[in-house]
């Protein structure tokens, strides 16, 4: 079947989207994070078709929870609990009832003002999860490891960075890679009492900021990250300090990316430029140091626009098996049908 | 100092009425004379007011008292004063309407890129696709207002998505019929068959009970109350077919009467173009069949059936038979279709001038603004048109996207004394709605691709808006820099990233030096960078660690900005070279920091003093040359030192120099 695209018209713009993952059925709901508006708020969706016997869903609000700020990264640290990062520093833990998606999110813990400067506002620019764990950081430069379990902070690296820091990654359970607005990455490990990177270097050599960071989900010593400029990173940190690989991809900052869950071969990128795509990594992200690239084989690494470009900038995208939502600037959400993975 | 206690949202509704009520068109002199008052709901702006304008259409309204200084933190809390912020309440920004505003950007966008690509050939394909675009938007928007209408409990706010609803119909409305006569391609220009469907579209009458009677197909059915009308209405829509069927209800369909009819309304001649006839041909097979008609009118067959006597008098185009139905009607837009089928069906679509105003004619009733638009859209006269439009309460929607479409068509010519200003009317329509958009905290990036589309003015203004746009995180700091960058205005996208690091600074002082060198740097501001380069500089004079420093060993050619950056750059370098004991290199650094002459006056002491310790090495570091230059520079400066540390170092150099006379430092 080829690929179908359904676009729903939501009046906020989406900074984040993300499926609630169900066990046994493929889901319905959703959360949206929205930004940049005079309101902002996670809100809880559902594809529901309006008549019985349609076949097209669309989504219906079934709640919504108000935030102070732009919602700036969801995150899951179960199935129905995330963690969300808000630009007024609040980093807030959320559930989401398992039996009826309608009630309103509970609120499990918030840290008020974790990112700060002194009295002053200051964003929590992103969180990454792992196991419960959670790293935080924002435009102060400070790196928050909390633990979801007791709600407290278990480590707190102050002035981590002099400028902001833009993307987060934990790379293994004592591990958390950075990058911050000039694309400087830095990699720390959790367990030093001192605050020294364990290695530093540099995105691209543009200066601009890294604006995600992802790890392969099966070869986890390999990292990707996006940059503001579009292009694409890809390191092996065994022998770190240049990227493997540096690839101009769109032709604006990338928003976010995403490993497919069930084929660690694709990937799939957002942009500011309003295009989403997806890649197939297999010769990237397999090359050992015996192989190469064959020179007559040009089609290795394939791409492919899975959306015609919109006018406004795509924020997030979110893929589960053959369906990917992508939340966009121009105040809609798109449900991608139909994907082959 | 005013206190701004509570930020008083005073919302008001300006020049909001339901339009297709209103008084027609308004003179100049009485527009001039519609003003609004409003009484300024609190004591404290009894006295003296003043007003100031803020970012955007809206302005605040403070009172002003005498005693200015005598506010303190104190009676700020105390005091009853307000801040009116005012503001027009704008429809498009409720949140049903901004799926409009969105989804219509994207059309919007389409035209343009159209336009771009197709700058040559001839593209009214394309074109017709986007207006029945835009249309469909209208559409998915009324679905929505009316979804939301019927939700509503609250009577006040029913009401006014219901006005909502009405205007977004007449604009629908209007819309198609400018298709239709602008932009739709008509093969011969016969526009009756197109005329037709907007009548049967828009002005559904009788419809329902057609459909119901047809169902039922019950012989004898002009037992139902609206039988007659029902088969009038057909026939004045032009749906000829029903008419007959329906009359074959009747329980007399058998006589003599009825067949007669049904013979005249089988046997009339309708046009197609691609059906071999010319259309002089044509008009002759028509006249004759009217003709036709007429004798059987005349000759009094009908005269016991003054409702089959009526279809054959509107058959023939009868004034006075279409007088007597129209008051059946609401408007004149419902007959609009059959004046035009049984008067003059091979008119062209820049001829139905004569068929509004007939239609209009008919009966005298109150002109309201749709109207006043049909009219001016039959007579061709687009200017009018647009001028009405502009009274609709929509906040420009209709008249910025309409004129956009019509003007790519290459449909729209608009003279003033004989110049040509279709491209102003159609620039300034479009900056005036992408500049109320580019108020709104969400649609600014929406209000900006309008106002790109109007260069070079258009690009002025968003220079302008956008400066003044606020901005509180570093998130949207890049994203209206990716914006300013795409539209080529890049001293946005140079000032924006100056006020954050500028921001940063103000903030947090010298710990702020790291952002605010890095947003320095991407603004190239070499002022900014000198400001972040002394605050780290007097920091570091005051005993706390050199901040940044992770930023300034990986800056490269960034340094080069400014002078004082790169001092305290390389500054930064020598700290790295002397904790990882490369005491040759620092040395040579420092030096070549001292001879540059780049360092500020304050900072003097800290690099003097910084020699000490090369001075002291165990073996020499530094050269003769290099103690003769660090003397002359103490020397020249000796007053920014203490005369104890002074002494110190003068002591440290002479030292060194007995050292180095021996065997001097090699300068490999």
């Given amino acids: ?341 | 100092m005013y206190t701004f206690d509570r930020n008083f949202e005073f919302e008001q509704n300006m020049n909001f009425s339901s339009f297709s009520s209103s008084p027609p068109a308004i003179s100049n002199v009485q527009s001039v004379r519609r003003v609004k008052t409003f009484v300024l709901p609190d004591k404290c702006l009894e006295k003296r007011v003043g007003c100031a304008w803020r970012r955007g259409n809206q302005f605040a309204i403070y009172p002003r008292s005498q005693n200015v200084n005598k506010t303190t933190l104190e009676t700020a809390t105390k005091t009853d004063d307000k801040i009116l912020n005012v503001r027009q309440d704008v429809v498009l920004f409720t949140p049903i309407l901004r799926k409009l505003v969105n989804e219509a950007n994207g059309t919007f966008l389409s035209v343009q890129k159209l336009v771009e690509i197709s700058k040559s050939s001839d593209n009214q394909v394309e074109f017709l696709k986007l207006s029945r675009q835009y249309r469909s938007i209208i559409r998915v928007c009324i679905e929505s207002l009316q979804e939301a209408a019927e939700k509503e409990t609250d009577g006040l706010h029913k009401n006014t998505l219901v006005s909502y609803i009405t205007i977004f119909y007449s604009i629908e409305c209007i819309w198609h019929l400018c298709e239709i006569l602008y932009i739709d391609i008509i093969p011969g220009e016969v526009v009756l068959p197109f005329l037709l469907e907007w009548v049967r579209f828009h002005f559904p009458c009788h419809e329902q009970t057609a459909a119901q009677l047809l169902e039922a197909c019950e012989r004898g059915s002009e037992d139902h109350p609206e039988y007659w009308d029902t088969v009038v209405g057909m026939v004045v829509q032009g749906r000829v077919d029903v008419a007959r069927a329906l009359l074959k209800l009747h329980s007399a369909a058998d006589s003599n009467e009825f067949k007669l009819v049904d013979n005249s309304l089988r046997s009339m001649p309708v046009y197609s173009v691609y059906g071999g006839m010319s259309t002089g041909e044509f008009t002759i097979t028509w006249k004759h069949w009217q003709a036709e008609c007429r004798s059987k009118l005349s000759s009094r067959v009908l005269a016991q059936q003054p409702q089959l006597e009526l279809i054959m008098r509107l058959m023939v185009g009868e004034y006075s038979a279409f007088e007597s139905i129209r008051p059946k009607y609401s408007s004149w837009f419902d007959v609009l279709g059959g004046w035009v089928l049984f008067t003059a069906p091979w008119v062209r679509r820049r001829e139905l001038g004569a068929a509004g105003a007939a239609c209009a004619g008919l009966a005298p009733a109150a002109r309201s603004h749709l109207d006043v638009m049909v009219r001016a859209l039959l007579e061709g006269d687009l200017h009018q048109v647009i001028h009405e439009i502009q009274q609709i309460s929509d906040n420009g929607w209709f008249a910025s996207h309409l004129t956009d479409i019509l003007y790519h068509c290459g449909k729209l010519q608009i003279l003033d004394h004989q110049t040509d200003v279709t491209n102003r009317l159609r620039d300034s329509l479009i900056l005036e709605y992408g500049s109320l958009l580019l108020e709104h905290k969400s649609l600014w990036s929406v209000g900006l691709s309008y106002l790109a589309s109007c260069s070079p003015e258009g690009l002025k203004r968003a220079e302008l808006l956008l400066e003044r746009m606020p901005i509180e995180t570093e998130a949207k700091a890049m994203r209206v820099m990716a914006e300013a960058k795409k539209y080529g205005l890049l001293s946005v996208a140079q000032s924006i990233p100056a006020c954050v690091g500028a921001r940063r600074l103000a903030a947090r002082g010298a710990a702020g030096a790291g952002a605010a060198l890095a947003w320095g740097a991407r603004a190239r501001c070499a002022a900014l960078c000198s400001r972040a380069a002394h605050a780290a500089l007097r920091a570091y004079c005051d005993a706390r660690p050199l901040p940044a420093a992770d930023l300034l060993l990986s800056a490269g050619a960034t340094l080069l900005i400014d002078d004082t950056l790169l001092l305290l750059g390389k500054y930064c370098d020598f700290h790295r070279l002397y904790k990882n004991r490369e005491f040759r290199k620092a040395a040579k650094l420092l030096i070549s920091l001292i001879t540059s002459n780049i360092s500020p006056e304050y900072f003097w002491p800290t690099l003097l003093l910084d020699t000490l310790p090369l001075l002291e090495t165990d073996e020499p570091v530094l050269s003769s040359d290099d103690t003769y230059e660090i003397m002359l520079c103490l020397e020249l400066r000796s007053t920014c030192l203490s005369s104890e540390k002074a002494d110190l170092l003068r002591l440290a150099l002479a030292r060194n120099l007995a050292r180095t006379a021996l065997i001097d430092v090699d300068d490999e």
């Avoid at chain 1, 989406?14 to 940049?36: A, L, M, Q």
């Avoid at chain 1, 400029?229 to 690839?247: E, I, K």
């Avoid at chain 1, 040009?298 to 992508?326: E, F, Q, Y």
Wanted: hydrophobic content about 35%.
């Fill in chain 1, 1 to 341: 079947m080829p690929l179908d695209v359904q676009g729903t018209f939501v009046s906020q713009k989406i900074n984040k989207i993300r499926w609630i993952p169900e066990d046994y059925v493929e889901t319905k709901h959703f959360f949206t994070g929205s930004w940049d508006d005079e309101e902002n708020s996670i809100k809880v969706w559902s594809f529901e078709s309006l008549n019985e016997d349609e076949d097209v869903e669309y989504p219906k609000q079934l709640s919504e929870y108000k935030v102070d700020g732009d919602v700036t990264n969801i995150k899951f640290l179960d199935k129905n609990s995330i963690a969300v990062s808000i630009s007024s520093g609040d980093v807030r833990i959320l559930e989401v009832s398992a039996y009826d998606r309608q009630t309103p999110l509970r609120e499990v813990h918030t840290w008020k003002k974790l990112h700060n400067f002194s009295s002053e506002k200051c964003s929590c620019t992103t969180l990454d999860t792992l196991e419960g764990d959670i790293a935080s950081i924002g435009e102060d430069g400070n790196i928050n490891i909390l633990n979801s379990r007791r709600g407290d902070i278990t480590r707190s690296i102050k002035g981590a960075d002099s400028c902001s820091l833009h993307a987060v990654c934990f790379i293994k359970l004592n591990e958390v890679i950075t990058g911050n607005i000039r694309g400087h990455m830095k990699i720390w490990d959790l367990r030093s009492t001192n605050d020294k990177p364990v290695a530093a270097f540099l995105l691209a050599g543009d200066e601009l900021a890294a604006t995600c960071i992802t790890r392969h989900p099966t070869q986890p010593h390999i990292i990707l990250a996006g940059s503001e400029s579009g292009a694409l990173a890809m390191w092996d940190l065994r022998m770190n300090q240049f990227p493997t690989s540096l690839l101009n991809a769109h032709a604006a900052g990338v928003t976010e990316m995403q490993f497919h869950p069930e084929n660690p071969n694709k990937l799939l990128t957002s942009s500011v430029s309003g295009e989403i795509w997806d890649w197939n990594m297999e010769t990237l992200t397999k090359k050992g140091l015996d192989e190469y690239v064959p020179l007559d084989d040009k089609t290795a690494l394939n791409v492919n626009s899975l959306m015609p470009t919109l006018h406004k900038a795509i924020n997030s995208l979110h893929c589960d098996r053959g369906r990917i939502l992508c939340g966009a600037d121009n105040e809609a959400i798109y449900l991608i049908k139909n994907f082959k993975y």
